[in-house]
């Protein structure tokens, strides 16, 4: 007699793509352009098992698919969609121009998308206002992805902040373009002179990195960050909110962070927010920093002041209120991806097997995100 497979023993329920939050240009991907306050599901454009990656920028959403497709939808004015026009697009709709193209992954800026083949290309569309498509001599927008053709070298890694954008190589080169922080660097550093790759309108090699290789860049509003193969972090740009650890307003060069802050661990891994960061380090440990007054960093304050940047004894960087340094969060140890969540204003960090209702059983919780308040979110069954 054939027997009833057991639930532990039943086929895994399919994975799925969910959206919600802000959706003012259509950017969730649904079809329409109101808010949407409860996770409502997309299933109309692909397979929610091959989502490979998932990001956003200030109005625009974008999907890489595990088979190399790219899927964008959400505000295109400045035809940030790489799609060859400018008129907003309500569901993800496959990059034309990009079909034959495999890419890795793709970042998402303010009005600008940088894109990054599975060959180490480049690509960029969108605003060039700031020089953050990364071609000094183009036109002020770019409606179809065009190649960087001053990085030559095969790229691993890529990110997009408010109007820079950062790239590193297969060799642990660091590159920036894009003068969104010399604006900030001005403005709090006046006087100085600022290094070249601040006001950079073409790639331009991050200096003070030299003795390092680099394996991940990110970026956030007015920072940069980029973690090394021998698990340190470095942070530079803006320090309006105390996310980078240091004394000062503005840091015009990189500077690591101190390994005690991460109680002697190396970092594995590091997700950067709008205005917070999030790091994890070789043991699982979860440490988050930065703004905190939407309640980003996951954890109570005293009162919504305790965000912002404090004095400290300068000659231990580390030494200074808790609330502005790297702090531990215990309840995330071993989160499989602590920090896949990241919008201007919110931060949904799930831990590997927790179950949300109404949204079923998580393995991976694999990436989100808007520089607005709007989530997408791609949960993998429990296998």
């Not at 054939?2 to 086929?11: C, I």
């Not at 070249?196 to 991050?206: C, G, Q």
Request: aromatic residues 8%; contains cysteine; glycine residues 12%.
């Amino acid at each position: 007699m054939e027997r009833e497979p057991s639930a532990s023993e039943a086929a895994p329920a399919a994975a799925a793509l969910f959206a919600w939050g802000a959706n003012s240009y259509g950017q969730l991907g649904l079809g329409h352009k109101e808010d949407v306050l409860l996770p409502q599901q997309l299933n109309d454009f692909f397979k929610p098992e091959c989502i490979r990656r998932i990001t956003g920028g200030g109005g625009h959403s974008a999907v890489v698919t595990d088979g190399g497709g790219l899927f964008v939808c959400g505000l295109n004015k400045d035809g940030q969609l790489g799609l060859g026009h400018t008129e907003d697009v309500l569901y993800f709709t496959a990059c034309p121009s990009l079909l034959g193209c495999p890419i890795q992954q793709v970042a998402c800026g303010w009005d600008f998308t940088i894109i990054l083949t599975e060959s180490g290309q480049v690509l960029s569309c969108g605003s060039n206002s700031f020089g953050q498509l990364g071609v000094p001599h183009g036109p002020r927008r770019c409606v179809v992805p065009q190649a960087m053709e001053l990085l030559r070298e095969k790229v691993v890694c890529i990110a997009a902040g408010l109007r820079h954008a950062l790239a590193a190589t297969a060799s642990g080169i660091v590159f920036q373009w894009g003068t969104g922080l010399a604006s900030s660097g001005r403005r709090l550093c006046p006087g100085q002179t600022l290094p070249p790759f601040l006001t950079a309108k073409e790639p331009s090699r991050v200096t003070g990195l030299e003795n390092s290789k680099a394996t991940c860049v990110l970026a956030g509003s007015d920072h940069s960050a980029s973690l090394t193969d021998a698990g340190e972090l470095y942070v530079w740009g803006s320090n309006k909110h105390g996310l980078l650890a240091s004394l000062a307003a503005f840091l015009p060069m990189p500077q690591k962070i101190e390994a005690h802050c991460f109680q002697n661990e190396k970092v594995t891994s590091v997700w950067s927010g709008w205005t917070h960061l999030v790091a994890q380090t070789e043991t699982g440990k979860v440490f988050t920093w930065g703004r905190a007054d939407y309640g980003q960093l996951g954890r109570k304050l005293e009162s919504r002041e305790d965000w912002k940047l404090q004095s400290q004894d300068p000659s231990h960087p580390c030494s200074g209120p808790p609330k502005n340094m790297p702090s531990f969060l215990p309840c995330l140890t071993g989160a499989a991806e602590p920090g896949a969540c990241i919008s201007f204003e919110d931060r949904v960090c799930i831990k590997e097997q927790q179950t949300e209702e109404g949204l079923g059983r998580i393995k991976r919780l694999n990436v989100v995100v808007s520089f607005l308040d709007n989530l997408l979110y791609f949960s993998e069954p429990q296998i």
